[in-house]
């Protein structure tokens, strides 16, 4: 397995997805296997999303050193993902954060959520990641200002808790649109206490984000 993985870290470096030290190592050292299903895991190096429970889904390995790489992640940083699935991106941000750093994920889903707990617990992360079961369009105001928020499940338009609870100065990265062929990957830099700024970063593919500020159920 570790060696599928150098490989396809590798591929993911030519292809010009991973761009940065940090973030090769920490998609060389988490284990992909770990987060899926037992049926699924032969898959693990395979480039694509992969059925987890529930109709959700992993994402694909080039998805998640994306949005590694476009959150500009740093050691310390205190981060929210909303869309936990079975924790592989959140353990592979938690990677490259470092002790100092914690990420808080929400999961909409309580039994994705149990099973997540357990796999970040087996492979070490759970010190440095907590899982919410909740409506993560609602953000998680407790921990908040983060420093970078990110989802990995699209929304009609930026769900205006996550705006609020960005630091001055951070960074949000979400899909946008409910149709496959019109999703978009939004950057939103927010500037001051009122100023955001927005990039598109190109056409993707995610499973809808459902709550009170997404999508209805
Ligand atoms: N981050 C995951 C990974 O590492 O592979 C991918 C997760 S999957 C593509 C998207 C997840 O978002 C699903 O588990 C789904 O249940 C969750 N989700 C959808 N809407 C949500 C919401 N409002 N709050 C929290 N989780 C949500």
């Not at 987060?35 to 992993?58: C, K, S, V, W």
């Not at 592979?92 to 914690?102: F, N």
């Amino acid at each position: 397995m570790k060696k599928n993985r150098e490989d396809l870290v590798s591929n993911l470096l030519e292809m010009g997805y991973i761009e940065t030290d940090i973030v090769k190592d920490a998609m060389n050292k988490v284990p992909r296997e770990e987060f899926m299903t037992p049926e699924t895991r032969n898959y693990a190096y395979l480039d694509r999303p992969i059925p987890l429970e529930h109709g959700q889904t992993i994402s694909a390995p080039h998805m998640v050193a994306i949005i590694c790489e476009k959150l500009s992640l740093e050691k310390g940083m205190q981060v929210l993902e909303i869309g936990t699935g079975f924790g592989y991106n959140a353990a592979v941000v938690a990677e490259i954060l470092g002790p100092e750093g914690h990420v808080y994920t929400i999961e909409r889903i309580e039994k994705l959520k149990n099973i997540a707990e357990e796999n970040l617990k087996r492979t070490g992360y759970s010190d440095n990641v907590t899982i919410i079961y909740g409506d993560g369009t609602r953000g998680y105001v407790e921990e908040s200002p983060y420093d970078r928020i990110y989802a990995t499940a699209s929304a009609p338009k930026i769900p205006e808790p996550l705006k609020e609870q960005l630091k001055i100065g951070g960074r949000l990265l979400t899909p946008i649109g409910h149709d496959t062929s019109v999703q978009e990957l939004l950057c939103l830099n927010r500037v001051s206490e009122t100023e955001y700024k927005s990039y598109n970063l190109g056409g993707v593919v995610f499973v809808p984000m459902i709550g009170e500020h997404g999508w209805p159920e």
